[in-house]
């Protein structure tokens, strides 16, 4: 089944302790991104991967790191996570060029409290 | 940058009655326009999109317009079911570009 998974699904945490949000895919996609959605400002996207070793920034990079060493997987880190990160996320894949269905993950509740 | 708005922010409608969604964006160079569907506790799932060189399109009971003109394009669902409570985004890219622009989203609550 072709799919797009996050773990964890829900994650409680403080402020300043590092941690680590991971996807992966099994489509075979070039083309991975992170976003978060927050009430009123629909989905905002975070950093995006054209393929292994290519990284970008997206609208809202500040206070997110990602990497690409593999195509399947494009984790998203928060080094010192802050209340203002707390959000919903999604990763998201699809194949080289915007005209073609993006995938996305079932989500991670992120709360930094 | 390419900016999306969205409205409503949310909508209910009588089971039977239809749903219109309506976008409009700024970048005159977007040219695919997709339209996903969010259920409760779900990621974004892809309902209908439009590409530039047509102005409507239809699957079953959901339909998309497009005006370039105007910029904007528009998400009608009829007949409406309680399945259809959801939250629908539009978004719009250029087709050579990987990055989607989002509306903010409109719940639709289907009332029975």
């Known amino acids: 089944e072709a799919q797009v998974t996050q773990n964890p699904r829900y994650l409680i945490t403080v402020t300043g302790k590092k941690l680590t949000v991971t996807c992966s895919q099994n489509?075979?996609?070039?083309?991975m991104s992170w976003y978060r959605q927050d009430p009123g400002l629909g989905l905002r996207q975070i950093y995006y991967?054209?393929?292994?070793?290519?990284?970008d920034k997206g609208d809202v990079p500040e206070g997110y790191k990602v990497s690409r060493k593999e195509k399947r997987n494009f984790p998203l880190i928060l080094e010192s996570p802050s209340p203002n990160q707390t959000s919903l996320y999604f990763c998201?894949?699809?194949?080289?060029?915007?005209?073609?269905?993006?995938?996305f993950g079932p989500g991670t509740r992120l709360t930094v409290t | 940058g390419e900016n999306v708005e969205q409205h409503p922010s949310t909508l209910s409608v009588q089971e039977g009655d239809s749903a219109v969604i309506k976008c409009t964006y700024s970048?005159?160079?977007?040219?695919?326009f997709p339209w996903y569907k969010q259920e409760l506790g779900k990621g974004p799932q892809l309902i209908i999109d439009?590409?530039?060189?047509?102005g409507e399109k239809k699957d079953q009971r959901i339909a998309v317009t497009l005006n370039k003109t105007a910029k904007h394009f528009s998400l009608h669902i009829t007949e409406t079911q309680p399945e259809d409570s959801a939250v629908y985004f539009c978004?719009?890219?250029?087709?050579?570009?990987?990055?989607?622009?989002f509306g903010a989203g409109t719940t639709v609550t289907v009332r029975a």
């Open positions: 439009i590409r530039s060189n047509v």
């Open positions: 991967s054209m393929n292994v070793e290519v990284t």
């Open positions: 970048d005159s160079a977007s040219n695919y």
């Open positions: 998201a894949s699809r194949d080289r060029g915007a005209i073609y269905e993006q995938y």
């Open positions: 489509m075979n996609h070039e083309y």
């Open positions: 978004a719009a890219s250029t087709a050579n570009d990987y990055k989607l622009s």
